[in-house]
Nanobody, 121 residues
Framework: QVRLAESGGGLVQAGGSLRLSCVASGRTFGSAAMGWFRQAPGKEREFVAVISRSGGGAYYAESVKARFSISRDNAKNTVALEMNSLKPDDTAVYYC??????????????WGQGTQVTVSS
């Protein structure tokens, strides 16, 4: 069992930055790929970014590439999402996930409760 807890969401103006953090507890953190998904009101949940177990590989949704950066610290059981140049379209609940290295939600067995990010124009 892996438990995930996100933090760092909030309200920011367009063009601003936020850093989301996720702390994992339970099973060995280093055995799972970690990622972030988001869900905006009235929209389906969508992939944002994923980082491999070692941290040596990562990929991003086209909509956030070059603006967001994912990182992990296996010693501290944490994964972070640095979000820059935020746009109103980035407004969503952001979920931390643990599972297989993929952009498909069904690849992730563990999900956090989510943290709200709101970007004002």
């Amino acid at each position: 069992q892996v438990r995930l807890a996100e933090s760092g969401g909030g309200l920011v103006q367009a063009g601003g930055s936020l850093r989301l953090s996720c702390v994992a507890s339970g099973r060995t953190f280093g055995s799972a790929a970690m990622g972030w998904f988001r869900q905006a009101p009235g929209k389906e949940r969508e992939f944002v970014a994923v980082i491999s177990r070692s941290g040596g590989g990562a990929y991003y949704a086209e909509s956030v590439k070059a603006r967001f950066s994912i990182s992990r610290d296996n010693a501290k059981n944490t994964v972070a999402l640095e979000m820059n140049s935020l746009k109103p379209d980035d407004t969503a609940v952001y979920y931390c996930v643990a599972g297989s290295y993929s952009d498909r939600p069904e690849s992730y067995a563990y999900w956090g409760q989510g943290t709200q990010v709101t970007v004002s124009s």
